[in-house]
């Protein structure tokens, strides 16, 4: 049975500070790795996905790797600014058995103070 | 942009009522989803359906049903609504596909049964 696990389940940043997120997963059989973005008492947007065969994707400050072979991926974010400020969720596709279902972590909360 | 659209953002209910929360997507996804979200157990698959009138239990069904008779619009239904179902419902969609498909989140039914 997959699991996710979200290290650390908080963390808080003056402005302007990179960033570093982490997710990691017991089985590596993936088809893919999703980061979401959740605002307090709002839906998930989507921020990244990574597909199996790929090591990172780029969206504006924000920069996701995977290392599918040690079940790790690290959300990057550049220069963080108040706005930046949310619960951070991944999110993994397994390949084997449910593979149409998506696994959570149960997020970081993220703030960055002014 | 995808767009996934939730009837509700809040609800209040009483125990016993029968409830449908309703989902609308506009992407022509095969794929939706029915989550809930609760602190400290993170989000959890319902039910989720791979096509019109295609549906397939989650992890926790008990208590709940769905409904897909046309592609764009995924119904929960809460059969007798219970206290231990107040909860945030999360509906998803995503196109039929592996590695490349990635899932859109609504804004979120915050249900609250008295």
């Known amino acids: 049975k997959q699991e996710v696990t979200q290290i650390p389940a908080a963390l808080s940043v003056p402005e302007g500070e990179n960033l570093v997120l982490n997710c990691s997963f017991t089985?590596?059989?993936?088809?893919?790795l999703q980061w979401f973005r959740q605002d307090p008492g709002k839906g998930l947007t989507s921020l990244l996905l990574i597909q199996s065969s790929q090591r990172e994707q780029t969206s504006g400050r924000l920069n996701a790797s995977l290392d599918k072979s040690s079940g790790r991926s690290t959300l990057y974010i550049a220069a963080s600014q108040p706005g930046d400020s949310a619960t951070y969720l991944c999110a993994v596709r397994s390949s084997g058995g449910s593979n149409y279902k998506l696994t959570f972590g149960k997020g970081t909360l993220l703030t960055v103070n002014p | 942009d995808v767009k996934v659209t939730q009837s509700s953002r809040y609800l209040v209910k009483r125990t016993g009522e029968k409830v449908f929360l309703e989902c609308v997507q506009d992407m022509d996804h095969e794929n939706m989803f029915w989550y809930r979200q609760d602190p400290g157990l993170g989000l959890r698959l319902i039910y989720f359906?791979?096509?019109?009138?295609?549906?397939e239990k989650g992890d926790i069904p008990e208590g709940y049903s769905v409904s897909r008779e046309k592609k764009e619009r995924f119904s929960l239904i809460l059969e007798s609504a219970s206290t231990n179902q107040t909860s945030m419902y999360l509906c998803?969609?995503?196109?039929?596909?592996?590695?490349?498909?990635?899932?859109?989140f609504g804004q979120g039914t915050r249900l609250t049964v008295v």
């Open positions: 089985d590596s059989a993936i088809y893919n």
């Open positions: 998803a969609s995503r196109m039929t596909g592996l590695s490349d498909t990635e899932a859109f």
């Open positions: 359906s791979y096509d019109v009138k295609m549906k």
